[in-house]
Nanobody, 129 residues
Framework: QVQLVESGGGLVQAGESLRLSCLPS????????MGWFRQAPGKERECVAA????????YYADSVKGRFTISRDSAKNTVYLQMNLLKPEDTDVYYC??????????????????????WGQGTQVTVSS
């Protein structure tokens, strides 16, 4: 496992944007497939976006399509979630996840929580109306 560190959360008004970043620390990290999940109190964790090792394939939940963009900078070992046109219903704790440290998935991405074994501590995103 590898420790993931998220940043970029905060409080914004509806319609504004935020960019979340996820940076691994510690062990060698070789472009595994990654995802961004969110979880509200009392609810299950939901995959909002996922990206393959190559970065060539991505997934978005219907609720964020057209507003969120997941991307990765392999040189910096960093994955981003650009969130535009934020809505109050986007308010959640957002988690970054990685499937291993040296698992190369090619063009495959994963949306199931069980597919990931490294998680960040979460970053709060709050959108006011």
């Amino acid at each position: 496992q590898v420790q993931l560190v998220e940043s970029g959360g905060g409080l914004v008004q509806a319609g504004e944007s935020l960019r979340l970043s996820c940076l691994p620390s510690g062990r060698t990290f070789i472009s595994p497939p990654m995802g961004w999940f969110r979880q509200a109190p009392g609810k299950e964790r939901e995959c909002v976006a996922a990206i393959s090792s190559t970065g060539g394939r991505t997934y978005y939940a219907d609720s964020v399509k057209g507003r969120f963009t997941i991307s990765r900078d392999s040189a910096k070992n960093t994955v981003y979630l650009q969130m535009n046109l934020l809505k109050p219903e986007d308010t959640d704790v957002y988690y970054c996840a990685a499937r291993g440290t040296a698992y190369y998935s090619g063009n495959n991405y994963y949306t199931e929580e069980s597919a990931y074994n490294s998680w960040g501590q979460g970053t709060q995103v709050t959108v006011s109306s």
